[in-house]
């Protein structure tokens, strides 16, 4: 993965939108008639080519957005832009160039592989000289070639899924829209749909998705928007997100759960950690993120040793995108999250 | 990855096909994917496909309709003859009475398969799949409605000569069963339009073949559809779609004016039923059709939940 220029730095922004942008978001929202704010003053600028990720919790508001931006809903305020088309006034020519795969495998299985390729292709307006060439080079990139004759609903949940992703390429779009792509799939065939979301993405397609997982954005995206209640609170690079968490993660974990609210007090008295770091409990397990980690940790063993807490594990390890949602939360609790969104939200 | 901004047609050589950039559009020239006709015939195309998959169901409807043909006709053959005979078609063999029922079973049972459809789609996510491609919602619909009415059509005709061959006679030649044919797709739209509506309101294939029977047999036997009306069902069979649709046909079967719920004289012959029941028929259709256009595009609109 090549890093974008826009890739460092806390305060990592993206350029201004200059209509070139394969996302031009402004201030987007959308308000439900019952007063649900499924988004709230979304603004998102992304450069064509790029492969960017939102990530967040279930119901955090990253399939609305989604239908926003691919015009399956309309904002109830704000503006998008789509490979420079405004996606209220140009509908039709915002879904020409982009493609869109639900969170929900959506293929007919009553047509084959091949059949439900071709009807995208029609659906589509792809040239029809182009057509059968296109169908097997995709069926060629998701390995369904095999299969191709065989009606989708004899297929396993991976290759719908992989058939679904297809059926968004056939238009060979600037954009496409992902959304939670690996969610339901076992882990062989998550690390496959991720080969063909890199492959597309080689190819300059610009990609969106939204995922639940933070090792797939890790993976995937060249960079992120962290979304929750409809709001984005972070983004950057995942290694920006990361270095944002402050340093490395001291994991210990121990015989029985007894020990660890003992051990979070004696890990907060350990100078080093009470002056530079942080002390969760997260899953019985104590999780201390610091930028002496390598350091604190005999300090630590030996403290807890002295008071006869048994420890079976530890690791020092790099921040993972998880860790990022505890630093947030983190800032939230000491109220930083209150300060007013304009300002880091672009 | 690229790093942002890369040319895409830098990246040809991985996928020969895209060269030449015959459809990656560009900014600034809004792309016009099909004509509207065009969008039709893809849609049109992706039902037959379906239908021809799974063919069982199509036969079935015209199994269906010969099966109450023979049923009824040998059944109530006789006694219906005598009733005929009472209300002045003492002429007419019951065999040819029986036909517009017929193809009126045929008609609903066929035209609530474009609800099985639409709950298909919703469940399966092709509808918001549909919905994101650049073909003109129009198209969509039509599309598909053009392919039940086609399949409506072909099991008409199956039905149609099968009672011919069995001994029905059709006193308005070719002229007249296409006049028929027409008559049973105003009925069919109709009733594809109930079907989606209640297609949305259950999101349910079960509920939808339930509902079949449902509308299906009361609404035949409360119309003049398998035997003269008596005077007491009257006031009913006047508020039943059927009673035109089958009054129509029967017109049109015969050669004459049948229509026994209203009284209409100034356009002679068989007119004075076709002209009233298919402009009731044709009322009922935009209404019903405007209905459930509507709250398809209210559910292609709140996708999102």
């Known amino acids: 993965m090549t890093d974008g220029p826009t890739d460092d730095g806390i305060g990592d922004r993206a350029p201004a939108s200059d209509g070139q942008d394969a996302v031009a978001a402004e201030t987007l929202a959308l308000t439900y008639p019952d007063g649900t704010e499924a988004v709230r003053d979304v603004s998102l600028s992304i450069p064509r080519g790029e492969s960017f990720g939102f990530l967040g919790p279930n119901g955090a508001g990253k399939t609305t957005t989604i239908k926003l931006l ?76 095999d299969v191709a004759d065989t009606p989708a609903e004899r ?97 210990v974990t121990f015989e029985g759960d007894s020990s660890v609210h003992r051990a979070a007090e004696i890990a907060r008295g350990t100078d080093a950690i009470a002056s530079a770091g942080s002390v969760e409990i997260d899953d019985g397990a104590l999780r201390i993120v610091t930028e002496r ?25 790099a ?16 109220g930083l ?8 939200d672009r | 990855m690229s790093a942002p901004g890369a040319d895409a047609d830098a990246l040809d050589g991985v996928s020969p096909t895209d060269g030449g950039d015959t459809n990656r559009n560009r900014p600034g020239e809004p792309p ?108 969509v619909v039509a599309g598909k409605s053009l392919s039940e009415l086609t399949r409506i059509v072909m099991q008409l005709l199956a039905v ?10 059709i006193e308005t030649g070719i002229a007249g069963i296409v006049g028929i044919l027409v008559v049973c797709l105003l009925v069919g739209l109709l009733f594809m339009s109930v079907a989606n509506i209640l297609g949305i309101l259950t999101r349910d294939e079960e509920a939808l073949n339930a509902a079949t029977m449902l509308f299906m047999f009361p609404l035949l036997f409360l119309s003049p559809a398998f035997i003269p009306l008596s005077s007491d069902l009257e006031l009913v069979a006047i508020l039943n779609p059927i009673t035109y649709g089958v009054e129509a046909v029967r017109a049109l079967v015969l ?24 402009a009731i028929l044709l009322a009922l259709d935009l209404l019903f059709g405007a209905l459930s256009v509507r709250m398809v595009s209210r559910v292609s609109s709140t996708a999102a939940e």
């Open chain 2, 255 to 278: 050669g004459e004016d049948t229509l026994s719920v209203i009284e209409v004289t100034q356009f002679g012959g068989l007119y004075d039923t076709l002209v009233p029941a298919v």
């Open chain 2, 32 to 139: 016009t994917g099909n004509s509207l006709l065009g969008d039709v015939r893809v849609n049109f195309a992706r039902w037959n496909r379906k239908a021809l998959r799974n063919p069982t169901a199509f036969f079935l409807e015209i199994v269906a309709g010969v099966f109450s043909l023979v049923l009824f006709a040998t059944v109530f053959g006789d006694v219906s003859e005598v009733a005929l005979g009472r209300v002045g078609y003492g002429n007419v063999a019951y065999l040819t009475y029986l036909l517009p029922a017929v193809l009126m079973q045929a008609t609903i049972g066929s035209a609530f398969t474009s609800g099985v459809g639409l709950v298909g789609d919703l469940e399966s996510g092709m509808f918001e799949k549909v919905l994101v491609t650049p073909m003109s919602w129009t198209a």
């Open chain 2, 160 to 169: 149609l000569g099968l009672g011919v061959a069995m001994g029905a006679t």
């Open chain 1, 293 to 317: 980690a390598r350091a604190t940790a005999p300090d630590l063993l030996v403290a807890l040793r002295e008071q006869g807490i048994d420890v079976t594990g530890i690791d020092v390890r």
């Open chain 1, 70 to 145: 691919s015009t399956l809903l309309e904002p109830t305020a704000g503006t998008v832009r789509v490979n420079g088309f405004d996606v209220s006034e140009q509908p039709t020519a915002v879904r020409a160039t982009v493609g869109y795969m639900a969170q929900e495998v959506a293929v007919d299985g009553e047509l084959t592989a091949r059949e439900n390729l071709r009807f995208a292709c029609d659906a589509y307006g792809v040239p029809v000289g182009d057509r059968a060439e296109r169908i097997d080079d995709l069926l060629d990139l998701v390995d369904l070639a």
């Open chain 1, 337 to 344: 999250a209150n300060a007013p969104d304009g300002e880091d």
């Open chain 1, 155 to 251: 297929f396993s949940g991976g290759m719908k899924k992989r058939l679904d992703a297809a059926t968004a390429l056939v238009h060979d779009p600037q954009l496409v829209f992902l959304d939670e792509p690996t969610t339901g799939l076992d882990p062989k065939a998550r690390n496959r749909l991720w080969e063909y979301v890199q492959r597309i993405n080689d190819r300059g397609t610009t990609v969106f998705l939204t995922t639940q997982y933070l090792a797939e954005a890790d993976e995937l995206c060249d960079r992120l928007a962290v979304i929750r209640d409809g709001r984005i609170v972070e983004r950057g690079s995942p290694r920006a997100l990361k270095r944002r968490v402050g340093g490395e993660v001291l994991e």
């Open chain 1, 319 to 334: 921040p993972s995108l998880e860790d990022v949602f505890f630093a947030i939360a983190d800032e939230e609790t000491a």
